[in-house]
């Protein structure tokens, strides 16, 4: 099985500063069809998770634009520009390449 | 406007059975794959299982497959969960998914408690 290792864990973030999510692969996520299938996925408190990116870097409609995902091959990033209140949460990625389907630990985003 | 609405969660003791279902609405069924997510109680997400658009190929995880079986009904819109031979494990909530390499909906979930 594909294992996907986020980093940090915890994220404490003061609001209107930066942050950063990584998510590795332990083998290449690109696809025999030439698509990188990582995504990811934002859960608050009480809500069913949220799709926020997917293949990489494709921002969903209605997310913000604070919101970037890049990476390739194994290594990936989501980036939140300037954390607001409504982003605490639990960040995972998930790829849709391999069989099975696998999701990272998840990180857990919250104010300083 | 896109719905999946999870139900046939509850508590069942273990070796059990449930079904769950997945009414879908506001998109056209038939033309999507479709999966199955759980999380246990405080925990992450775990794929569970996945069904293609016409129905002819289910993919499940290790830890289910043999006792879980994905369906589904495209004249009614409906994604099915049987799953049968219940452990403690399996308690957690069940969601219902649009697509398998990057699904964009989920549904609200389903609790499944399996406990004597």
């Known amino acids: 099985d594909v294992v996907m290792t986020q980093s940090p864990l915890s994220l404490p973030v003061t609001l209107g500063q930066p942050a950063s999510i990584s998510c590795r692969s332990s083998?290449?996520?690109?696809?025999?069809?030439?698509?990188?299938?990582l995504n990811w996925f934002q859960q608050r408190p009480g809500q069913s998770p949220r799709r926020l990116i997917y293949k990489v870097s494709n921002r969903d409609s209605g997310v913000p634009d604070r919101f970037s995902g890049s990476g390739s091959g194994t290594d990936f990033t989501l980036k939140i520009s300037r954390v607001e209140a409504e982003d605490v949460g639990v960040y995972y990625c998930?790829?849709?390449?391999?069989?099975?389907?696998?999701f990272g630990q998840g990180t857990r985003v919250e104010i300083k | 406007e896109v719905q999946l609405l999870e139900s046939g969660g509850g508590l069942v003791q273990p070796g059990g059975s449930l079904r769950l279902s997945c009414a879908a609405s506001g998109f056209t069924f038939s033309s999507y794959s479709m999966s199955w997510v759980r999380q246990a109680p405080g925990r992450g997400l775990e794929w569970v299982s996945s069904i293609t658009s016409s129905g002819d190929g289910t993919f499940y995880a290790d830890s289910v497959k043999g006792r879980f079986t994905v369906s589904r009904d495209n004249s009614k819109n409906t994604l099915y969960l049987q799953m049968n031979s219940l452990r403690a494990e399996d308690t957690a909530i069940y969601y219902c998914l649009r697509g398998l390499s990057w699904p964009d909906y989920w549904g609200q979930g389903t609790l499944v408690t399996v406990s004597s």
């Open positions: 083998q290449s996520l690109v696809h025999s069809d030439g698509n990188t299938y």
């Open positions: 998930m790829q849709g390449t391999h069989w099975p389907r696998t």
